[in-house]
């Protein structure tokens, strides 16, 4: 097929409008409108990842910047380690852009299309797919590389997988696109491992993955707070 990977999955399949003209580009509202009409078990999803998993086509899901692009936003609250990353100029450039997507009429049918693309991403592992995860930035301004990755991590068990399937997808399903599982991507003896060590229960509380308090990087060991303190303020800073 020529294809290695795709990033973020059903969510951007324009080809889905059935009634586009050709040539011209369908708008986000009619985009979204064929996402929502999608029948996951229909012939026609079951054919396209039946033609992915065939030739070797992985997806890796990128749910975090997804939900960040919706128009139906996060609460504030629950960005509160996103807006300390962030310099004050690119926080309020965010908060602009968020401030008009909240007049978005759309804002239900973007709660549908999120659900789809989570649930295509739950059929095309089920069948056996190659799903990968990690994080797009920056969205609309406040997906920012670190913090996404917990929130993916959240977003994948919201999306029906285990917690142990939301860390298979992180790593070893990226040690195999990359052809390395047999050297990283799992812990076990003979392989290299970077460690995270949270402090909660990951398993029954996916929340857990936004307190680190250690990093095993190649050995050594690092404070994750003074890691988050060193860079406060900086992200989208010029």
């Known amino acids: 097929m020529g294809i290695d990977n795709l990033e973020h999955g059903l969510i951007t399949g324009t080809d889905l409008v059935s009634t586009g003209e050709r040539g011209v580009c369908p708008s986000r509202h009619e985009v979204g409108v064929a996402i929502a009409a999608v029948d996951m078990q229909g012939p026609q999803i079951q054919s396209l990842i039946h033609e992915l998993i065939q030739h070797d086509v992985a997806i890796t899901s990128t749910l975090a910047v997804v939900v960040d692009a919706a128009d139906d936003q996060p609460s504030l609250e629950s960005l509160n380690s996103t807006k300390a990353a962030m310099s004050p100029c690119a926080w309020n450039d965010y908060l602009a852009i968020r401030k008009r997507m909240e007049k978005s009429p759309d804002k239900q049918l973007s709660k549908i299309q999120i659900h789809k693309e989570m649930e295509f991403e739950r059929e095309f592992f089920r069948q056996g797919g190659l799903l990968m995860a990690?994080?797009?930035?920056?969205?609309?301004?406040?997906?920012?590389?670190?913090?996404?990755?917990?929130?993916?991590?959240?977003?994948?068990?919201?999306?029906?997988f285990s917690a142990s399937e939301a860390v298979?997808?992180?790593?070893?399903?990226?040690?195999?696109?990359?052809?390395?599982?047999?050297?990283?991507?799992?812990?076990?003896?003979?392989?290299?491992?970077?460690?995270?060590?949270?402090?909660?229960?990951?398993?029954?509380?996916?929340?857990?993955?936004?307190?680190?308090?250690?990093?095993?990087?190649?050995?050594?060991?690092?404070?994750?707070?003074?890691?988050?303190?060193?860079?406060?303020?900086?992200?989208?800073?010029?």
């Open 168 to 238: 298979r997808i992180f790593s070893l399903d990226g040690a195999r696109y990359l052809g390395r599982d047999k050297e990283i991507g799992t812990i076990e003896k003979g392989k290299r491992a970077d460690l995270l060590l949270l402090d909660g229960d990951f398993e029954h509380d996916p929340h857990a993955i936004e307190k680190p308090e250690t990093v095993f990087k190649n050995g050594v060991a690092w404070d994750s707070a003074k890691l988050f303190a060193s860079v406060a303020g900086l992200a989208g800073e010029e």
């Open 134 to 160: 990690g994080a797009d930035t920056t969205g609309i301004g406040d997906t920012i590389a670190g913090i996404a990755d917990q929130h993916e991590m959240e977003l994948l068990i919201e999306a029906g």
